[in-house]
């Protein structure tokens, strides 16, 4: 069919010309180097560093790539999490369910792959892989319907988002026009009142350096318990911070709670290594989150997102996602009224070509939407090629 005929076509007539899914493959591909997330050689068996080896399953190092392709003719690509776990779930048992089905049925096949993997997944690896799957969907979807992903979600809200950026290196971001920033922090209560008079220290000279319009948030990577972010909550009070990300273990559900209680100065946010509207729906009941982070790679694609994104509205809670800066998440951001910053993906990171192709286009201190049919991201075979790792 010729592409004018097909656009002058209803959606869900177009959707009939995929035709049926006929090629699932998924491929390792790290957008950062897995010694970015720690180091597997230990002092001894106390060593702190054996707690913040992550691993290659675990964040970007553990990123996947999932490629469909449909008899008539598509290709769709969505970016997953779980590495080489990820990838064996997808082409052992996750394939089976979608090879010959619809792809155009993007809830359906939601459901089945969910319940299908139930047993043993949940939260974690099957979701994550699930998620590259869901992504690759969506991404045909748009690319059937000759419209960008964010047309299908209702359209646009705003014409632009602006990104905060996950750095200790403020200055690089002010000179590209940023204005919201967010610090890693790495002091724990094991390491004693020195490590945290050092993280006060470079919390406050971050604020000085942005000034006091700026936000700056900090990410704590899950290593606080209750008491000590009580106390240090009262050490950053001058410091305006606009939320503390995941200080405790994402289990803790009763820790939040009492944080979320207390906590007065600033908000507290959960939620990146959070899955499903199950689990957000927990955390909302629970009233341990101030701020809601799904990352739309892991916890469960833009399908889960999209109900993640109602139950954070009706509960006037602000969403503001994980991989929020990639070509992935940015369409739900610009379709959805209460998310208006997105996580920095690409900008200020020494990632590879891959993450560049998963990129919008930034510009002082805002990224843009692609207009591209599908999420906009291109992908070729040698690109692939060139970064996947063996499973």
Known sequence: MK??????????????????????????MPLLPTARFGT?????????????????????????????????GLTGYGLGGGGSAAVHVIETHLKDLLLGADPANIELLWEQLYQSSLFYGRKGLAIQALSGIDLALWDLAGKAAGQPVYQLLGGATKDKVAVYLTSRHVEAGLAQGIRAFKLPIDASPHEGPAAMKKAVTEIQAARR????????MIDVLCRWNVDYTLAMVDRLAPSRL???????????????????????STRIAHGEHEYTRYGFENLIARRAAHVLQPDITWSGGLTELRKIAALASAHQLPLIPHRGGSLYGLPLLLATPHCDLAESFGVGEKGNDIMAAMSPRFSNGYLYPSNKPGFGVELTDALIRKHRTPA
Not at 60 to 67: K, N, P, Q, T
Not at 242 to 262: H, K, M, T, V
């Open 242 to 264: 606009s939320f503390i990300e995941e200080p405790l273990n994402p289990d803790d559900l009763a820790g939040y709670a009492q944080l979320c209680a207390r906590v007065q």
């Open 209 to 216: 350096a942005i000034g006091p319009d700026a936000q700056l």
């Open 40 to 72: 597997a050689r230990f002092k001894d068996h106390f060593d702190p560093a054996r707690s913040r080896w992550f691993g290659p399953f675990s964040q970007l190092a553990g990123s996947i790539l999932v490629e469909i392709k449909t008899t008539g």
């Open 3 to 28: 592409r004018r005929h097909l656009l002058a076509l209803p959606l869900a007539l177009r959707a009939q010309t995929l035709h049926r899914i006929d090629s699932v493959r998924a491929w390792v």
